[in-house]
């Protein structure tokens, strides 16, 4: 267990996610989730090789989250004061404008992080609780911030701007921010190793499809377009996130239905996308609909690869030309059924996959395409963990 560890946390509203990882091999020494923060049915899960721990119980907020956390480590025999770890790395949703690569952490930039919850209300606030509790759980390691935002930090001007008036614009700090960042930048970086070439000269499509979906195009080792926008609301279809909508449905609601913004935002954000459509937002739940004959399901299922598609064929002609393209995360690497719909007539761009290794279940990086296809498809695994590991240690040093 000794050696040069980080450990990562990921804190939402009412969850924390935790890996121990070693930067420089990759391996995850420990890991678990903390789930239900502030209800009476709380549940810690801990991970450590092929031992599995589980506590159940009220867990009142995240400095009891994080306790417990410790714990766990402490119970299963892997003390973290005994487990050679040198810092903390935290996932942070937002870094709006300010923040375009990792920091440390110390009160002024808490702060600031703080005060960009204005562009990141459901996410941000949760971030700052779980770093201020880290760093009073572990006040002598240093911390570092990550964001999700930073590798869109520097999309060109015309991805990034909205068509509305300037000054409201800049006002309100309105703009393509983009999410899901730190995995694109991972997964960009393991294509170009798989495929042993110099990411300067690889123009890629990537889609990182699970329960927040968002696709990029990449050009040279730079991200020139995304999906996600001011808020990780814009873009594909998600398990319960509507995507791209005319914002003039948002005045209808308002006007004719009676809801408030607060009822909008809520349906838009969590009673949308696969969920608003079939009821459910799994996807292993909505193929077993299908099968079922569920026409509702099947409409979910088609809308969402139908939107898909339209951002690849998009990104092809921003691109110019594609080399690459690449799905990741839970549905991106584990639904061949998607895969399939999404890359399917698209043979006129040089784009297609073979079915026998599109069925292929594996963790490992792998082709899809047909051997000699001008545009190569891949299945990749994204490793959001090892990426702020790294990002944090490098930083650190």
Same mark, same amino acid.
């Given at each position: ?54 506590? @159940? ?11 417990? &956390?410790?714990?766990?480590?402490? @119970? ?51 971030? $700052? ?30 991805? =990034? ?38 990411? %300067? ?14 696709? =990029? ?26 995507? @791209?909508?005319?914002?003039? $449905? ?9 809801? =408030? ?10 009673? =949308?996308? &696969? ?9 292993? @739940? ?107 240690? %490098?930083?650190?040093?």
């Amino acid at each position: 267990m000794m050696g040069r560890n980080i450990l990562v946390l990921n804190c939402g509203s009412s969850s924390i996610k935790y890996q121990l990882v070693n930067p420089g091999t990759g391996v995850v020494q420990a890991g678990g989730i903390i789930e239900r923060i502030g209800q009476k049915d709380g549940t810690v899960t801990h991970q450590f090789g092929d031992q599995k721990f589980t506590v @159940d119980g009220p867990i009142a907020d995240h400095s009891v989250g994080i306790t417990l &956390m410790r714990k766990m480590f402490a @119970d299963s025999g892997t003390s973290l004061e005994d487990s050679g770890i040198v810092a903390v790395g935290h996932r942070v949703v937002h870094g709006g404008a300010r923040f375009c690569e990792p920091v440390l952490l110390d009160d002024a930039t808490v702060a600031a992080i703080e005060e960009l919850s204005v562009l990141a209300p459901l996410h941000n606030p949760a971030n $700052v609780i779980g770093i201020e509790r880290a760093r009073a759980a572990f006040p002598t390691l240093p911390q570092v911030a990550v964001f999700d935002t930073a590798f869109f930090r520097d999309l060109p001007a015309a991805a =990034s701007t909205y068509a509305i008036d300037h000054k409201v614009a800049a006002a309100h700090q309105i703009r393509r921010y983009g999410f899901h960042g730190t995995s694109h930048q991972y997964v960009a970086g393991r294509v170009a190793k798989y495929l042993e070439r110099d990411p %300067a000269d690889i123009n890629q499509i990537i889609l990182h499809l699970g329960n927040g979906a968002s696709i =990029s195009a990449i050009s040279g080792g730079a991200a020139i377009e995304t999906s996600m926008g001011m808020t990780p609301l814009e873009g594909l279809v998600m398990g319960t996130r509507s995507g @791209d909508i005319d914002p003039g $449905v948002l005045f209808h609601l308002h006007r004719v239905a009676g809801l =408030s913004v607060t009822q909008i935002d809520a349906l838009l954000n969590r009673g =949308s996308g &696969m969920l608003g459509l079939s009821g459910v937002s799994d996807f292993r @739940d909505l193929h077993s609909l299908i099968q079922a004959g569920d026409a509702g399901a099947q409409l979910a299922l088609d809308v969402y690869c139908h939107r898909a598609k339209k951002y690849v064929g998009a990104y092809y002609a921003v691109l110019g030309s594609v080399d690459a393209i690449t799905f990741t995360a839970g549905v991106g690497e584990n639904d061949s059924v998607v895969r399939d719909l999404i890359m399917r007539g698209l043979a006129g761009l040089g784009i297609s996959i073979d079915p026998a290794r599109n069925e292929v279940r594996s963790s490992e990086s792998r082709v899809i395409s047909p051997v000699d296809s001008p545009v190569t498809v891949l299945v990749v695994p994204t490793n959001e963990e090892l990426a702020i590991a790294r990002a944090t240690l %490098a930083l650190v040093d």
